[in-house]
């Protein structure tokens, strides 16, 4: 038996239990937005929570009490600035504990253990963990980049909430990557002295996934931004317009089938059987299969040309 296996068997821990509650939550938001309207009774506040940008215009009417906990959308750079300073740090410490021998400190390491990390050894973990959390490292760094100099943001908005679970997000993204590492007390458990023995062609094949769909959602987030654009570069509008080319000829959120290949990308790179990451994989599908149908339905009500084969989220199926 390979020696993680009784690891991914072992009972639900927090992390996963956390992970797996989100995912019912999203799973049964979207079942209740492919419910025909006058079969669910509707309440304005779920509507508002599950909304934002574009999507709340095409929502119920909202009422002054829920505009009052109103936030820019344009605070969603506020999320890759904790992630490249929070998921950093994290790196930082993998690293130094990689190559220098340098123990975790002991907040972060009995954090870990909180949150259900475990004592095991005799995985290719250490290496998988490395590149994953780099890989969500660099994503941040690209999202916040993209944020400044891509993406022209509108008056649209999020709500409090929405902003708030954003922060906490990225924080607990990162925990989870560290939370993977084989570990032995404080310090990370590498087989052999070099690291890069560890090496496997499931490595390379998550990093070329990871880039792949990294290039793919810049294309789409440069199509969006060009939308409010004229051919100099200057932003003319903020009004929404249908979009064209790369994956737009196939879905609606093209950007949002990209966030999910990413995260299909790292669960490669651990290996495929990493039981804790397949649950993020899965909380990741359902959230942003949500925000890709709302889209969907926003862009069909908005445009009568909206291209008929265009799907919301997953090419010729959904």
């Not at 068997?9 to 309207?37: D, E, G, I, K, M």
């Not at 999320?79 to 340098?102: A, D, E, K």
């Not at 475990?118 to 780099?134: K, R």
């Not at 949500?290 to 909206?306: D, E, G, M, R, T």
Request: charged share 10%.
């Amino acid at each position: 038996m390979a020696p993680w296996a009784g690891v991914e068997l072992s009972a639900l821990n927090p992390l996963r239990a956390l992970w797996l509650a989100l995912t019912a939550a999203f799973l049964l938001t979207l079942v209740l937005q492919l419910v025909p309207a006058g079969l669910v009774p509707g309440c304005a506040l779920f509507q508002d929570l599950i909304r934002y940008g574009k999507t709340k215009r095409e929502g119920p009417s909202r009422s002054a009490a829920c505009r009052v906990f109103d936030v820019p959308k344009r605070y969603f750079s506020h999320f890759y600035i904790i992630s490249v300073l929070w998921n950093g740090f994290l790196l930082w410490h993998l690293t130094q504990s990689l190559f220098l021998g340098v123990p975790f400190p002991y907040w972060l390491h009995g954090l870990l253990r909180i949150l259900g990390a475990a004592q095991f050894q005799g995985s290719e973990l250490a290496l998988s963990a490395f590149l994953v959390l780099v890989f969500l490292w660099l994503h941040s760094l690209r999202r916040l980049f993209e944020c400044f100099y891509v993406s022209v943001f509108s008056n649209a908005v999020i709500h409090i909430v929405q902003y708030c679970f954003g922060l906490v997000y990225y924080v607990l993204i990162g925990l989870t990557v560290l939370s993977q590492v084989p570990m032995d007390g404080r310090n990370v458990y590498v087989i052999g002295k070099n690291l890069l023995m560890q090496a496997r062609w499931f490595h390379i094949l998550g990093m070329m996934m990871f880039i792949w769909s990294s290039v793919h959602q810049y294309k789409c987030h440069v199509i969006l931004g060009n939308l409010r654009k004229n051919k100099a570069g200057v932003v003319i509008h903020c009004n929404h317009r249908i979009p064209f080319g790369d994956w737009f000829e196939y879905v609606s959120s093209p950007n949002y089938l990209a966030e999910l290949m990413i995260y299909i990308s790292m669960a490669v790179t651990f290996g495929f059987h990493n039981l804790t990451w397949w649950l993020v994989v899965t909380y990741v599908f359902f959230s942003q299969a949500l925000s890709a149908l709302l889209s969907h339905k926003f862009y069909k009500s908005k445009f009568v040309s909206y291209p008929k084969h265009r799907k919301a989220f997953l090419p010729f199926l959904f």
